[in-house]
């Protein structure tokens, strides 16, 4: 276990592949650990949610996948190749960009 404020941005940040695997009792949303995972800059591998769409491009900000197989092949292939790298620094980028607490209060008070 590590610190989550302090340390696991840097775990995130170091691990080649970060995998997130929403609760199964969530239905919808975006689980708040993409967010904390794409804002420090690491390659994320997430269970598809529909939201995620509306927020993110798959295959340029994270990728995703459908079930243990897929999890298992994605995550080989993504060990095996290093667009991961670009992956994770455009999921940042859009992160830092349109999913910050400034452009969310704008958006909240209209």
Request: one cysteine or more.
């Amino acid at each position: 276990a590590v610190d989550y404020l302090l340390k696991a941005p840097l775990v995130f940040a170091s691990s080649k592949i970060n995998i997130n695997m929403t609760a199964p009792n969530i239905e919808t949303g975006i689980p708040l650990r993409v967010f904390d995972i794409l804002g420090a800059g690491g390659f994320l591998l997430t269970d598809w949610r529909e939201d995620l769409k509306d927020c993110f491009t798959i295959g340029k900000d994270l990728e995703v996948y459908n079930g243990i197989d897929d999890l298992l092949e994605k995550t080989d292939y993504y060990l095996k190749h290093e667009e991961r790298t670009a992956i994770a620094m455009h999921g940042l980028e859009t992160v830092q960009s349109r999913h910050d607490y400034s452009v969310r209060i704008r958006e909240i008070l209209g």
